[in-house]
Structure formats: structure tokens, C-alpha cells
């Protein structure tokens, strides 16, 4: 069953959908919370979250004020991964969830490990897709100067072109193509805006804190991360708290695993089961 809601969140609309099994228990029943990449919204996991509901979960997608079909937030484009986070925790509020797992990819992965060093609201598990823990890798500065002029008939060339970059070669060419077009619908505003919150996040400090079992995802041919970055900061997480962390590199994927890897919702599922594991060992 598919749900789409607006919740009036900080004033503004924000939207989400929620897909849940056809038949379920509410007691019984995980939640996921799915988040999306810079620039673009819930449909990158429009081929996962079926799926997972089938597989038992209720699956929470939202998109991020400004992004999608959510108004943007009213003080304008968001710049800080900090602020995404209140936001998610007060859209969980709206829908009564606690402790749900967290799966997101690039601002989204980081957005994941936002939430899951957040000792005030404890999470089941969580899944941090092509995210470093520290600062990302981009020119803040150049990013300020370009949000003074975002209209350039190129950029969505760009971003076209840049999507296609950032995909692993294992990736039939039509649906990398497919990808790619689907990307271009973004608001080069909200995706500039986006890439300044990656590029001044980071949680290095407070890995420490993590609240729940994670495994952190990357893509071997992702050209926005450094993988071995990715590995450290599992390294870090377990030797603070052993057995929490775990690492993963993906062979021949690029910088969207949900969207690259063919049933990635039965690799997810396979995730989350084993987090599900770990939270009950630790």
C-alpha cells in the first residue's frame, strides 16, 4: 500500500510517501527511512520501496524541503546537513516513529550518519551509502559564487553529464541514461545549496556516540568519495564500539547503489536484516 502525505513542517509543506505491506501488524513492523541524493528527491528509490514493504518493512521516503514535490524551506535553500536532520526528526514526530532504520546515499548517506550520532533519538540501524564521515570533497566557495548565477542553459547538461560520470561501469548504457535524465529535473539552487551542506558536514568527532549498529556502503568507482575514507571511519566506529560497524565496498558501482545495482532492494533487505541481528547481539 502506497500512502503520499504533506506534513506541515517549519511552515512549510513537506512531502512523503509511505509504503507499508498490504497486510501487516503496525506493532510488528520495521520502518526504514529512505533518503536521496544532492539535488533530487524520493523517486531514486522508486524501485526499491515496494519491494521492501513486500519483504515486511513500512518504507518512509521523504523528499527534502525543496526538493521533489516539498516547498522549499521558508528561509530559503537549506545549507547544512545539521538542519536536514531536525527536519527528518520532526517529519518522524509527525508519523510517530521511533527508532527506525536509516538508509540514505551521498548527502543522504551523510544525513544517515547525522542521525545516527544523535544520542537524543537512538535509531535500529542504519545504512550510510557513499558518504565520508568528514568534510566532502567540493569548492564551498565556488558553490557560493554559482548560487549568484544557477540559470545557465548548461547546467543541466551538467548534471546530465556529471551523473553519467559518477555511474559504475557495470551499468547497462540505457539505464545509465535513464538515470542520468531523471537527474536533470533537479533545481540547480537546491543541488548547489545541497553540495555546500555536503561539503561542511562532518561527524568525525562524535562516531563515538553512534547509536546503533552500521554498515557503511561505497561504491568502488564513485569519483565523489574516497573509499578508503569510508573504510576508516568504520575502523573508527568499531574501535570505540566493536561489533557496530561494518564496511563495505561495491565492485564496478559508482555513486547510486540503488539506483546502479539491479534487486537492490533484496541487498538492502539483506542489510537490514543483519543490522537487525547485530542490534540484538549488542
Given at each position: 500500500m502506497?500512502?503520499?502525505?504533506?506534513?506541515e513542517i517549519?511552515g512549510?509543506?513537506?512531502?512523503?510517501?509511505?509504503?507499508?505491506?498490504d497486510?501487516?501488524?503496525?506493532?510488528d513492523?520495521?520502518?526504514?527511512?529512505?533518503?536521496h541524493?544532492?539535488?533530487q528527491s524520493?523517486?531514486?528509490?522508486?524501485h526499491?520501496?515496494s519491494?521492501?514493504a513486500?519483504?515486511?518493512?513500512?518504507v518512509?521516503?521523504?523528499?527534502?524541503?525543496?526538493h521533489?514535490?516539498?516547498?522549499?524551506?521558508?528561509?530559503?535553500?537549506?545549507?547544512?546537513?545539521?538542519?536536514?536532520?531536525?527536519?527528518?526528526?520532526?517529519?518522524?514526530?509527525?508519523?510517530?516513529?521511533?527508532?527506525?532504520?536509516?538508509?540514505?546515499?551521498?548527502?543522504?548517506?551523510?544525513?544517515?550518519?547525522?542521525?545516527?550520532?544523535?544520542?537524543?533519538r537512538?535509531?535500529?540501524?542504519a545504512?550510510?551509502?557513499?558518504?565520508?564521515?568528514?568534510?566532502?570533497?567540493?569548492?564551498?566557495g565556488g558553490?557560493?559564487?554559482?548560487l549568484?548565477?544557477?540559470?545557465?542553459?548548461s547546467r543541466?547538461?551538467?548534471?546530465?553529464?556529471?551523473t553519467?560520470?559518477?555511474i559504475?561501469?557495470?551499468?547497462?548504457?540505457?539505464?545509465?541514461?535513464?538515470?542520468a535524465t531523471?537527474?536533470k529535473?533537479?533545481?540547480?539552487?537546491?543541488?548547489?545549496?545541497?553540495?555546500?551542506a555536503?561539503?561542511?558536514h562532518?561527524?568525525?568527532d562524535?562516531?563515538?556516540?553512534?547509536?546503533?549498529?552500521?554498515?557503511?556502503?561505497?561504491?568502488?568507482?564513485?569519483?565523489?568519495?574516497?573509499?578508503?575514507?569510508?573504510?576508516?571511519?568504520?575502523?573508527?566506529?568499531?574501535?570505540?564500539?566493536?561489533?557496530?560497524?561494518?564496511?563495505?565496498?561495491?565492485?564496478?558501482?559508482?555513486?547510486y547503489p540503488?539506483?546502479?545495482?539491479?534487486?537492490?532492494?533484496?541487498?538492502?533487505?539483506g542489510?537490514?536484516?543483519?543490522?537487525?541481528?547485530?542490534?540484538?547481539l549488542?
Open positions: 502506497i500512502e503520499a502525505r504533506y506534513l517549519d512549510a509543506l513537506g512531502f512523503v510517501e509511505i509504503v507499508t505491506p497486510t501487516h501488524s503496525d506493532t513492523i520495521p520502518t526504514v527511512l529512505c533518503l541524493t544532492a539535488g524520493g523517486v531514486q528509490w522508486r526499491v520501496a519491494v521492501l513486500a519483504r515486511g518493512y513500512r518512509i521516503v521523504p523528499d527534502l524541503p525543496g521533489g514535490r516539498s516547498e522549499p524551506a521558508v528561509d530559503g535553500p537549506v545549507t547544512s546537513i545539521v538542519m536536514f536532520g531536525d527536519w527528518l526528526g520532526k517529519v518522524l514526530d509527525a508519523l510517530d516513529v521511533e527508532r527506525p532504520f536509516v538508509m540514505g546515499c551521498s548527502i543522504g548517506g551523510k544525513l544517515t550518519l547525522e542521525l545516527a550520532t544523535r544520542p537524543s537512538p535509531l535500529a540501524g545504512i550510510a551509502m557513499e558518504a565520508e564521515a568528514g568534510p566532502g570533497r567540493v569548492n564551498v558553490l557560493r559564487r554559482e549568484e548565477d544557477v540559470a545557465g542553459p543541466s547538461d551538467r548534471t546530465y553529464l556529471g553519467l560520470a559518477s559504475g561501469q557495470s551499468v547497462p548504457g540505457v539505464k545509465a541514461r535513464l538515470i531523471m537527474h529535473r533537479e533545481d540547480p539552487e537546491i543541488s548547489s545549496s545541497d553540495l555546500i555536503w561539503g561542511t562532518d561527524v568525525r562524535r562516531l563515538a556516540e553512534i547509536t546503533c549498529p552500521i554498515r557503511l556502503v561505497a561504491g568502488a568507482q564513485d569519483p565523489w568519495i574516497q573509499t578508503g575514507l569510508v573504510e576508516q571511519a568504520a575502523t573508527s566506529i568499531e574501535s570505540h564500539r566493536p561489533g557496530l560497524a561494518t564496511f563495505t565496498l561495491l565492485a564496478d558501482i559508482g555513486h540503488m539506483e546502479e545495482i539491479e534487486d537492490f532492494a533484496s541487498v538492502a533487505d542489510w537490514l536484516t543483519e543490522l537487525r541481528t547485530a542490534a540484538v549488542s
